[in-house]
């Protein structure tokens, strides 16, 4: 079975500049989330979805929104780019299995401020 | 809040050498405990998980036993290779309240292996 796919694998911006990033789940898993991960840093959790509601949100501005589609794959919108905004951005899948949620992150998509 | 503290990096080490990689974490009740690794220029990876007190994950060598009266979940594996070179991540999942599914990451820790 094909994992978590992401595109595009990188990306350039300028600064004021609004970006797309797509995610798709692996088959068969309904939650999708995303996760700003800065270079030396550990991921930090912007959004999660389920059965295409928004279930959380992490402490990130008004400028980042998302939503996931009826075939569950999800679209992480960020506006008005900032510096600080350049960050690989990762796309994880879960089916919930009782109590846990294990989730399987795709390759991410290393965005570039400039 | 949540959070997870991991042992700063970058920890080097020979091939065949033990290794130890401390993670303590805060939480309200009872999350789960992950270990993720990542490989240069890729996403991250599961390496193992433990749902409640006194589990022990394991995998490819890597073991894990969640300690609740020490808030720890250390990472250990008898003798490294080469290939065991990346960064590894100690995360927590919150099993309650709207917390459920995302994931509490640590700072990571780069483990480089020599031959």
């Known amino acids: 079975d094909a994992g978590v796919t992401q595109s595009p694998t990188h990306l350039i911006k300028t600064r004021g500049q609004q970006v797309t990033l797509r995610c798709s789940p692996i088959?068969?898993?309904?939650?999708v989330s995303w996760y700003q991960q800065v270079l030396g840093q550990g991921p930090q959790f912007i959004f999660q979805?389920?059965?295409?509601?928004?279930?959380g949100r992490g402490n990130f501005p008004d400028r980042f929104s998302a939503r996931q589609f009826p075939n569950y794959s999800s679209e992480l919108n960020v506006n008005a780019l900032l510096l600080g905004d350049s960050a690989l951005y990762l796309c994880?899948?879960?089916?919930?299995?009782?109590?846990?949620?294990?989730?399987?992150f795709g390759p991410g998509t290393r965005l570039t401020v400039t | 809040g949540d959070s997870v503290t991991q042992m700063e990096g970058p920890v080097t080490l020979s091939e065949e050498a033990f290794l130890t990689i401390n993670c303590t974490y805060t939480?309200?009740?009872?999350?789960?405990l992950f270990w993720y690794v990542q490989y240069p220029g890729e996403g991250l990876q599961l390496l193992l998980k433990?749902?409640?007190?006194?589990d022990k994950g394991s995998n490819k060598g890597f073991e894990a036993t969640y300690r609740k009266e020490t808030t720890s979940f250390h990472l250990e594996k008898g003798s490294v290779q080469v290939s065991d070179s990346a960064v590894y991540f100690c995360?927590?999942?919150?099993?309650?309240?709207?917390?459920?599914?995302?994931?509490?990451f640590g700072k990571g820790t780069k483990l480089s292996v020599k031959p």
């Open positions: 994880a899948s879960s089916w919930p299995s009782g109590q846990v949620y294990e989730q399987y």
């Open positions: 088959s068969g898993h309904k939650s």
């Open positions: 979805y389920y059965e295409k509601e928004e279930r």
């Open positions: 939480a309200t009740g009872y999350p789960s």
């Open positions: 433990a749902t409640k007190a006194d």
């Open positions: 995360a927590l999942g919150a099993n309650y309240g709207g917390s459920q599914g995302n994931l509490i």
